[in-house]
């Protein structure tokens, strides 16, 4: 099984569909900021659906109506809602949407008690989890900005110490890059798609293949 993540697509879906013809993937990821209302609408979203199944966490820069709207081919819920466990084949997958601050100004904000509940939730559902999506980032882990600043915060690294996934892969801070843990864990910034940056993961039992993408958009 073929996964392909993207990120922070801010209305131009074209990359992606590049990068489904040029990756062939069975199943297709998403950290968030698929665009604003006015520049992406349900119907552009619903055309991915028909090719494949897609599940997606949200960010700062989403449709949330049409997201919460988006349904795949079998009926499910295409938004991950934040604490929820999902399987995808063999695998496990976990969310946690939006982006970090003191309050709820925002629809898209989640404070720090918010991301520390989603966390404390899922691990005591007791089934490890493979792959964890977020849009915000882990502090001083892959959260780089084009700065060289820590654009991360503190509640998503609690959550990935506290989840332990095998891959945990965020958005918003438009910078490809990595980070591995001596345990063998793996974090990575999914990066622009819009300039061709993706995600691969290849389930090859018992291994989860991450590759780094760079394709042509």
């Known amino acids: 099984m073929r996964l392909l993540v993207v990120s922070d ?3 131009e879906l074209g990359p992606v569909w590049a990068a489904i013809e040029q990756t ?7 950290c968030g900021d698929w665009g604003d209302p006015g520049e992406v609408e349900l119907p ?7 090719r494949l199944p897609v599940h997606t966490v949200y960010g700062n820069h989403d449709h949330l ?15 991950l809602r934040t604490g929820e466990l999902r399987s995808v084949g063999p695998l496990t997958l976990a969310g946690i949407n939006g982006i970090w601050a003191k309050s709820h100004r925002k629809p898209y904000y ?7 509940e989603a966390a404390i939730t899922l691990a005591a559902a007791g089934k490890p989890v493979d792959i964890l999506l977020s849009h915000g980032c882990p502090s001083g882990v892959a959260d780089l900005t084009w700065q060289n600043r820590h654009g991360g915060q503190r509640c998503f690294l609690r959550a990935f110490q506290v989840l332990k996934p095998r891959v945990y892969l965020t958005g918003h801070l438009h910078r490809a890059q990595g980070y591995q ?37």
């Open 24 to 30: 062939q993937p069975d199943v297709l990821l998403c």
């Open 9 to 11: 697509l801010h209305g």
């Open 44 to 50: 552009d979203l619903e055309a991915l659906t028909e």
């Open 181 to 217: 843990t001596l345990d063998g864990a793996t974090v990575r910034n999914v990066g622009h798609t819009p300039k061709g940056e993706a995600v691969l993961l290849d389930w090859l039992p018992p291994n989860l293949v991450i590759t780094p993408l760079k394709f042509n958009p």
């Open 110 to 116: 989640i404070t720090d008690e918010e991301v520390d």
């Open 65 to 79: 109506e049409a997201l919460a709207a988006w349904r795949n081919q079998d009926g499910s819920e295409v938004l």
